[in-house]
């Protein structure tokens, strides 16, 4: 399995950006999907989360109210909608597949931890002047 993001660049601060993430091999409409950023000398950081089926999502409390995951299981691609951009989102943004996803009561538990992630790409970098 095969994961390649895009979209990122530079970008002044109040400005929107979306990164998207390609999946190739596997099956993409089994996994949920997450990005994780990663800024210089700090570890990586969840971002946001989606189901399989993109029904339900999850997002970091810093990301909260201004980013958006969603997902279009008929491309194999995964969006981040960034808006209201910031310096300090400034980061190696990565998408990563999780393959395993236990299910109880009919619900995927999606993790916001990256060791419970089994693909990941290379990442994009966004920065964000003030």
């Known amino acids: 399995v095969q994961l390649q993001a895009s979209g990122g660049g530079s970008v002044q601060a109040g400005d929107s950006r979306r990164l998207s993430c390609v999946t190739s091999?596997?099956?993409?409409?089994?996994?949920?999907m997450a990005w994780f950023r990663q800024a210089p000398g700090k570890g990586r950081e969840f971002v946001a989360a989606i189901t399989s089926s993109g029904d339900r999502t999850w997002y970091g409390d810093s990301v909260k109210g201004r980013f958006t995951i969603s997902r279009d299981n008929a491309k194999n691609t995964v969006y981040l909608q960034m808006n209201r951009l910031k310096p300090e989102d400034t980061a190696g943004y990565y998408c990563?597949?999780?393959?395993?996803?236990?299910?109880?009561?009919?619900?995927?538990?999606?993790?916001?931890?990256?060791?419970?992630?089994?693909?990941w790409g290379k990442g994009t970098l966004v920065t964000v002047s003030s």
């Open positions: 990563a597949a999780d393959r395993n996803a236990p299910v109880i009561g009919g619900k995927e538990l999606v993790s916001v931890h990256t060791n419970e992630y089994d693909y």
């Open positions: 091999g596997g099956t993409f409409n089994a996994y949920p």
